[in-house]
């Protein structure tokens, strides 16, 4: 299949719904081989099922993406189906929105270890392939809420702040290897993130926040940059927020 990524190979983790699942099509519109990662597998297996009818390929492993193993199993499977990794898109994450005395320890454990864990445990082993590859992208899912703090999310802003901080280190480390890291930060998007935790189906349906078609074209954006050229950081914002 002809297109701007054919020949390569992404490895996206919390595929199965959101800005993965739309990302998932839009690399493989351009000819992207996918390794797809979520516990659910069904949603897993439908997605397959759409990247193939785009004329690309697929495959899933399903899982935990806080549990090392199966970090391990999708870069082995990305290596042993289609002998390469090029791109990670660390995308599995979840939001808890409450003030500080409200946020118990285990809502503390569950945002670091999604947000922040699983970031870490997916460039670890995905990165010694694209060492010896001399090249390749590591692109992180962040938010805005790894920009600018926010009432009521402080937990969930420090989660993202350090994944920002991951890359602007990974970026420096790896660089010399010709491998690039960035992360895309999103404002809210529509998708069933946080939902039972700060968000309701109607308040997500009813806003005008950015779709996850839009967070995925800013992926595809900084997946298809020139071999010489790398995205550091995307912010996104939706036109409806306030002005002040």
Known sequence: MAGKLAGKVALITGASAGIGQASARALAREGAKLVLTAR???????????????????????????????????????????????????????????????????????????????????????????????????????????????PGEAVYCATKFAQVGFAQGLDKELRPHGIKVGTINPGGVKTEFALGKGRTEDSVAQSAMLEAEDV??????????????????????????ALC
């Not at 990247?51 to 391990?72: C, H, N, P, Q």
């Open 40 to 150: 659910r597998q069904d949603r897993l297996d439908q997605l397959i099922q759409e990247v193939r009818a785009l004329g690309s390929d697929a495959i899933a492993v399903s899982g935990d993406a806080r549990d090392e193993a199966t970090a391990v199993a999708s870069v082995e499977a990305a290596k042993a189906t289609f002998g390469r990794l090029d791109i990670l898109i660390a995308n599995t994450g979840v939001g808890n929105y409450k003030t500080l005395v409200e946020t118990s320890l285990d809502d503390y454990v569950e945002m670091m270890d999604s947000n922040v864990r699983t970031t870490f445990l997916f460039a670890r082993h995905a990165a010694p392939v694209m060492i010896e590859q001399k090249e390749g992208l590591l692109l992180f899912i962040s938010s805005m809420a790894g920009v600018y703090g926010f």
């Open 216 to 241: 995925a074209e800013a992926v595809l954006f900084a997946a298809t940059r020139p071999k010489h050229a790398r995205i550091i950081q995307v912010q996104m914002r939706t036109m409806a927020e």
